[in-house]
Structures are given as structure tokens and as C-alpha cells.
């Protein structure tokens, strides 16, 4: 199995930009696609990004396509997450997660292990 550690996380201006990571230990992060989720409060968790495992595939969601870039270093067992031009409607926990040998996906119960979140909050 692996272990998922997010960072990265705070407290923004809208128009601003972070940088979130998702740091692996455990199995070797190459044998995973990775997703990036975030959950507001009140609201269920909902796709933000994906990455298939060798990192040449990618998919993100319409609201954040543009202006969110997901990339991944296996050989650091890390997956990123660029955010730029920051809204605060991005306001969420984030969450990345890990799909065992298989393609990426927006579907959050087909992720086998998950991060515990990272708090990111977009002031106006």
C-alpha cells in the first residue's frame, strides 16, 4: 500500500497562486495514477485534476482547466498540483489520492488510498 501526505496548503488572495504536493512513501508512486479532490464545507468531494503514471496524460476539471496544472516526479514520489488565478469558490480541503495499476479517473470511489487534506482558502 501507500501512505499520501498533502502540503502545500493556506491562505491566498484571489488572483493568487499555490503550489500543493502530495508526497508517497510506501509502494512506489510510478505504479499508481493519481487524482487531486477537494471537499468545501456543505458539499460533497468533487474532481479537481488526474494524471495517469507516467504523467503524460491528464485530465482536469472544467472549473479549474486553465488555471490548475497537475504534474507528477516518480522520481521523488511526488505529485503536484499548480494553482494559479486563484477564485474563492476554490476555497476547499484538497485531498490527493492513489489508484493502484489502473487509468485515472474523476470517480472518487474507484481511488484506493487517500492523503489527509490540505486546507486552502481563497480570500477576496
Known amino acids: 500500500q501507500v501512505q499520501l501526505v498533502e502540503s502545500g496548503g493556506g491562505l491566498v488572495q484571489a488572483g493568487g497562486s499555490l503550489r500543493l504536493s502530495c508526497a508517497a512513501s510506501g509502494r512506489t508512486v510510478s505504479s499508481y495514477a493519481m487524482g487531486w479532490f477537494r471537499q468545501a464545507p456543505g458539499k460533497e468531494r468533487e474532481f479537481v485534476a488526474a494524471?495517469?503514471?507516467?504523467?503524460?496524460?491528464?485530465d482536469y476539471a472544467d472549473s479549474v482547466k486553465g488555471r490548475f496544472t497537475i504534474s507528477r516526479d516518480n522520481a521523488k514520489n511526488t505529485v503536484y498540483m499548480q494553482m494559479n488565478s486563484l477564485k474563492t469558490d476554490d476555497t476547499a480541503v484538497y485531498y490527493c489520492a492513489a489508484r493502484w495499476l489502473a487509468s485515472p479517473t474523476r470517480l472518487t470511489k474507484q481511488y484506493d488510498y487517500w492523503g489527509q487534506g490540505t486546507q486552502v482558502t481563497v480570500s477576496s
Open positions: 494524471i495517469n503514471r507516467s504523467g503524460r496524460d491528464t
